[in-house]
Structures are given as C-alpha cells and as structure tokens.
C-alpha cells in the first residue's frame, strides 16, 4: 500500500511538473516545452524521482515553472521549505552535449572514477557543480548558494524575486565597477576557492542589488586541473573582451593574469 501511495504522490509530482514546462512567473506560455520527446527528456522517471525525494524531505514544497532552458539543462522556479525562492536545475540526461564537456571532467582529480555512459557523466556533472558552488560559497564569493544534489538535479538559491532572475550582464549596459567586480570574483575563485571557471562571460555574470553575482559553475576546475592556467587565461580575455565592446578600458590581461597568479 505505501509503494502504491508513493507511485500515485510521483504520479501527481510528473503531472505537475509536466504543467509547470509550460509556465513562466505563474502564466502559461508557449516555450516548446510540450512535444513528447522534449518533456520525456525533462521528466524521465529517475528525474522526477529526485525532484520528489526532495519534496519528502522538505527541502522543496513545489516547482512553479521554467526560468531558462538550454541544450544541457531547463532550471524551474520552485518554493523551499521557508518560502525562499529556489532555483531547480535538471541537468538533461538524454543530451549529448555533455560528452563535449569531457575536458573539464577529465584531469580534475576530485572526478577520477567516473563511470561510463552520458547518464553518468551528467550526475557526475550536477555533483561537480554542487562541490563547486559549496566551495565558492563558503569562500564567501557570490554565486547561488547550494542547497542539496540528487542524481541530475540540483537545488540552489534563486538570484531574484518571484520566478524572474535577476538580469546578466549581456542583457545590460555594464559598468566599470561590475568589471572590477568580476575580476575580483575571478581572483577570489583562484586565491580562495582554488578553482578556475573556465566558462565565463557576460551570459553567466547576474546583476544584483548587491553586485555581480556568478553562476553557471559546472564547468569550474580545481588548479589541479592540467588545463586549469589555459581556461583562467581564457576567462580572463573573455571578460576583457566583453567589457571593451561595453565601451570600458580596461586592465592588461597579462597584467591581471600576472597579479592573480603571483
């Protein structure tokens, strides 16, 4: 009897969940979320499985609708235990797009033993993403702060208010005090965390009441990582790059590598 009261709370959960693919801020809209195949690579079973273990521990009391969606991930709006708003992010375990991400799994030896197959390969890759949040955190680095990982899905703090996230700064005119900011994240990461992005730009970079807060950190790599001094070279140019074309001057990249790195 309490598998089948289990089976019918997942069923309603997959119900709801399936309803939320086509909400935004609590309206219905049309974001493609419907066809077949796109819902079942959201909502396999496992998925939902995660999601309501969640629920059951009262980490969450329900998901509300789709912030973003993108070839590797959809993030929901949901409610925590408290009321917060929480952002939901289901790694999409049907993509490929996961075995271009190899490069930042593979030297980074916190990830040695991963076994194979895509499915796999993404839990590994909501696990790193969750270490790495935990790790900026504590380090005191503005990025969402991590609430709990199972399998493919990942719960952290919401960076806005009711279902709408707070803009990133490709969305914006940046200014030269959110460049310093970020190359102090950038730094800070390095000094304080020991980890490289390895990914950044204006796409995950949210301007907040409270500065720059990044995200996205799936990609992030321990200093240990062979190619850990190419991709902070590599984040470092892009960041460059993307406040000149906002009309800023800027710092030397080398000179900032240089002072990062000393």
């Known amino acids: 009897m309490a598998h089948q009261a289990q089976d019918r709370d997942v069923d309603a959960l997959e119900q709801a969940l399936d309803n939320a693919l086509g909400t935004r801020h609590g309206q219905r809209v049309d974001d493609g979320f419907k066809g077949h195949k796109v819902v079942n690579e959201v909502l396999d079973r496992t998925t939902v499985h995660a999601i309501y273990g969640m629920i059951k521990s009262g980490i969450l009391l329900r998901v509300n609708g789709v912030v973003s969606a993108g070839k590797e991930s959809v993030v929901f709006w949901a409610t925590g235990k408290d009321g917060a708003d929480v952002a939901l ?60 990982v199972d399998k493919n899905v990942l719960a952290m703090s919401f960076v806005g208010q009711g279902g709408v996230c707070a803009p990133t700064l490709n969305k914006v005119r940046a200014t030269y005090s959110e460049y310093e900011e970020t190359i102090a994240i950038i730094e800070s990461l390095y000094s304080k965390a020991s980890l490289v992005h390895s990914d950044l730009s204006g796409y995950n970079l949210f301007r907040t009441g409270g500065g720059v807060t990044v995200f996205d950190l799936g990609s992030a790599v321990d200093l240990r990582h062979p190619s850990s001094l190419a991709f902070l070279k590599r984040d470092i140019s892009n960041v460059t790059d993307f406040f000149v074309r906002h009309g800023h001057e800027v710092k030397n990249p080398r000179d900032v590598l240089a002072r990062i790195t000393q």
């Open 89 to 148: 992010k289901v790694y999409l375990v049907s993509t490929s797009n996961f075995k271009r991400r190899a490069s930042y799994m593979e030297g980074d030896p916190r990830f040695k033993n991963i076994r194979g197959g895509t499915r796999n390969m993404v839990y590994a890759w909501a696990q790193k993403e969750f270490k790495n949040l935990s790790g900026a955190h504590s380090a005191g680095i503005c990025v969402p702060e991590p609430i709990a």
